[in-house]
């Protein structure tokens, strides 16, 4: 990584950008976000494009966009890899990263760069609206549940407020803080469609152990709109990726312990799913029969989660010994 920048006020503290894109299939959506990163009322100082092991799709964008900053991953396949790579092929005091397909409104830099004004903050994290397909958020849908397709949920504060960790499509940290834990962990994050993530998790967290003053602030107002593909309004992507969030989870657990990677969540099972379940039987007494669909995918999603986070606690108890590129593939495949 990158040595790190003196501290520096906010207001004098330059700041990069990194998008990350892996697939021509959303050739529409990395030239909006890329678009929408050059209208911001504050400018950027850098604007990182990283093509993640996709030779066409970087020739592509680099004719399309000739002053643009874009390098192909160097790292290993992934998003942690081409993360790695961003953040190396910038200099800036302050990096935030926005997903390829999300596109980020023209107050989102301002708004996230201030929360560091606040002492002690080391990480940001935005808010992601979820852009729909037609004919819109499916019924049975639950609002608790819109981390699956990577977006902001309900049980999140909604005032500025600290918390574990970001939503990978909105996040950002100081350059000092992404030397100081070594950048993201390869072998546990998404690569290409595969539906696990976690690793800005896993980052947060172990930024977090390595100094315990820093903070990651949530800030509701810096909002982008993240799209969400039409194969991800279907059940059978909402089972997939609660299955894999629950491996995750337990990847992290065994790298960072238990207690750190599962401190949000016991608040999320204990307060935030009761909840929903009575919203959706509420609604369903009212006469919103799509009210037990929704609870009952609540349901179902926390289940599923529970399982995968079993199945990968046993596959890791079982690759111990292995060297831990090896068990993170497999766990992960």
């Known amino acids: 990584m990158s040595s790190p920048t003196s501290e520096v006020s906010v207001v004098d503290r330059t700041v990069a950008v990194i998008v990350c894109a892996y697939t021509m299939d959303r050739w529409v959506d990395v030239v909006e976000a890329y678009e929408s990163l050059v209208k911001q009322d ?14 066409a799709l970087l020739d592509a964008l680099r004719i399309t966009f000739p002053l643009a900053t874009i390098v192909p991953n160097t790292g290993p396949q992934g998003l942690s890899g081409a993360r790695n790579t961003g953040v190396d092929a910038s200099t800036s005091d302050i990096v935030l990263f926005l997903d390829d397909d999300a596109k980020a409104e023209p107050q989102w830099l301002t708004r996230m760069v201030d929360v560091f004004a606040e002492p002690g903050v080391r990480g940001v994290a935005g808010h992601a609206e979820a852009a729909w397909p037609e004919p819109g958020k499916p019924a049975w849908f639950p609002e608790e549940f819109l981390w699956v397709v990577g977006c902001s949920y309900r049980g999140l504060p909604i005032t500025r407020a600290v918390v574990r960790n970001p939503i990978g499509s909105s996040m950002g940290f100081t350059r000092s803080a992404l030397t100081l834990t070594g950048g993201f962990t390869t072998g546990i994050g998404r690569i290409g469609t595969h539906p696990v993530g976690a690793e800005e998790t896993e980052m947060s967290i172990r930024l977090r152990q390595a100094d315990p003053s820093a903070l990651i602030m949530l800030e509701p107002a810096a909002i982008v709109h993240h799209r969400v593909s039409a194969a991800r309004v279907r059940l059978k992507y909402f089972n997939s990726r609660c299955y894999w969030e629950g491996v995750s989870k337990a990847v992290i657990s065994a790298d960072v312990g238990a207690g750190d990677a599962l401190a949000a969540e016991r608040r999320y099972t ?38 995968g986070y079993v199945r990968g606690t046993v596959a890791r108890t079982f690759s111990k010994g292995k060297p831990s590129s090896t068990h993170d593939q497999e766990v992960a495949a």
């Open 270 to 307: 204990t307060r935030v799913l009761p909840l929903a379940v009575a919203r959706g039987l509420r609604d369903l007494l009212r006469g919103d029969v799509s009210g037990l669909g929704r609870a009952g995918a609540v349901v179902l999603g926390f289940g599923l989660t529970g399982l």
């Open 42 to 55: 504050r400018p950027a100082d850098e604007i990182v494009l990283v093509i993640d092991h996709n030779d």
